[in-house]
């Protein structure tokens, strides 16, 4: 069965940096759009970063732009998220998602078929 696994988070300070990884198995990696998707504490989830199957393009919510990087290898089936720069408000468990898209990339979780568990990522201020 498809399992997606992310790891990687923990507390850090504001200003600080942590990548998250997630490893993919029982799917055809290559073929999904990967995602990162987070959520708040009594917040809904939302978009974080996109990533397109070759990994050639990339989309970002406006919050984490400049801050954040979405990439993917393809031989070992992970998809990472470099945060630099954390703030506060950048607190929030972390879920990979993949995404059998026949067009482009959706910032909408209930387009994706496939959610890892979550990691937590903590920003003290």
């Known amino acids: 069965q498809v399992q997606l696994v992310e790891s990687g988070g923990g507390l850090v300070q504001a200003g600080g940096s942590l990548r998250l990884s997630c490893a993919a198995s029982g799917l055809t990696f290559s073929s999904y759009f990967m995602a990162w998707f987070r959520q708040a504490p009594g917040k809904e989830r939302e978009f974080v970063a996109a990533?397109?199957?070759?990994?050639?393009?990339?989309y970002y919510a406006d919050s984490v732009k400049d801050r954040f990087t979405i990439s993917r290898d393809n031989a070992k089936n992970t998809v990472f998220l470099q945060m630099n720069s954390l703030k506060p408000e950048d607190t929030a468990v972390y879920y990979c998602a993949a995404d059998l898209a026949l067009g482009t990339y959706s910032r909408r979780a209930g387009s994706y078929d496939f959610w890892g568990q979550g990691t937590q990522v903590t920003v003290s201020s």
């Open positions: 990533i397109s199957r070759s990994g050639g393009n990339t």
